[in-house]
């Protein structure tokens, strides 16, 4: 339906002023600005509106017109120090900031007819997805769905202290509090809605190094955010909170050469918001969430001179209450798992440098498992596991210049990276190679 225009403008400053080796200021302040505007034709969603259904090869599509604009501006500073008190150590930081996102949407949708009333292929506006044939009808024109303006300013402060107790023992107390804003305008009815609150996230965390070899960890935190957007039938969403603990374990192997982590983790989240597999472009409330899991990480080099990174995950993340969407009756249940994430991945990379004569070699090879994901929500629908392989290679020419080239995906595996319905899958890049010369000035 011709281009879809994207822009995408951003400035930003930092300013950092030591008063002292122990004490320091930090000042920044950034504005993006962003746009997004063109007309599609994309996949109908709704069971009853889709042919596809029903004859095995018919696509009912929608075609819409997007004009999405915002700006984001954002102000920070914080103080750091470095001091003694009470016969202990504390490296505190103290800070404000301050955040205003504006965000415009003009949003116009034509849907095709209900497959009940056994529509034509012009008005379900099908394509035959084993022989398509393009512009066989006119196109569409889209009407009203959504012209809304969100605006939210938020102010947060925060202090954070980390006290080393003794030389085995610290711990981080810290608090932050946010207060958020949100005007909520429906230019197309002048219905306007606003929310504001306030709240008190607090944090802490502990270090033991039990032996030069190995540390232990502990952390539980609070967090707060707002959620900017609205429901498909307008509702604005509550905002979002989080309280998260991780517990885990560092340690080094061969005299330090290599170093690890392994953590527990667990998260709870109360208005969670997912895809509406609906109404594309929209979200739904799912109401609280959860995820748990392990992880492992090490990284570091092996005899020979090989430098090694391996990181495995193991995740749960489910839905943890049951909801139901009016518009559609799509239960999510409790327990339900949420869509693209994966319960296992893993990566391992391994590279090694090399001298040519007077010039330097490093060659390398990764490998990145990702396992099976719920695709849609409160689905069956499954994206597969997948393992892509990768090589790499640079060679230093000079201290000034260096040739560089990688391939991804090195046997072409087709792989799906992620979805939120069963006709709306992203389909992963073939195999791909690059080369590029780095020059130093």
Known sequence: DGPIKADATGQQVEIQHDFSPAWSLLLGAGFRTTSLTGFS?????????????????????QRRFRDYEADHAVLRGEVSGDFQALGVRHRLLVGADFDRFENSQLFLRFRPAAVSGNPSDQAANVIDVF???????????????????????????????????????????????????????????GVSQSRSESRLSPQVGLVWTAAPSLSLFAAYGEGF???????????????????????????????????????YFSMRKSQVLAADPANPGFSLPIGKAGSQGL??????????????????????????????????????????????????????????DFAVGATEVRLGAGVQHVGERLGETATKFELPAYTLVRLFGAWRATDRVEVFGEIQNLFDETYYTNSFSTLWVQPGSPRTGSVGVRLRF
């Open 295 to 352: 992880e492992f990480d090490l990284n570091g080099r092996l005899p020979g001179g090989i430098e090694a990174l391996l990181s495995y995950a193991y995740v749960e993340a489910e839905a943890r209450s049951d909801v139901l969407d009016p518009n559609f009756s799509l239960q999510i249940r409790k327990g339900d798992r949420l869509i693209n994430i994966p319960a296992h991945t893993a990566n391992a990379q391994l590279a090694r």
């Open 131 to 189: 022989a398509p044939v393009y512009g066989r009808f006119p196109l569409p024109t889209p009407g009203p769905q959504t012209n809304r303006l969100d605006v939210q300013e938020a102010v947060g402060l925060y202090i954070q202290d980390q006290i080393s107790l003794s030389d085995a023992l610290q711990i981080r107390l810290g608090v932050r509090y946010d207060d958020f804003s949100l005007e909520s305008l429906n230019r197309a009815t």
């Open 225 to 263: 955010r707002s959620n900017i957007g609205a429901t498909a039938k307008g509702e604005i969403f509550e905002p979002e909170t989080s309280r998260s603990f991780e517990a885990g374990l560092r340690f080094t192997l061969l005299e330090g050469d290599l170093s690890g982590t392994l953590a």
């Open 41 to 61: 034709t994309e996949a109908e969603l709704a069971a009853a509106r889709q042919k596809l259904n029903v004859d095995g090869k018919s696509l009912s599509r």
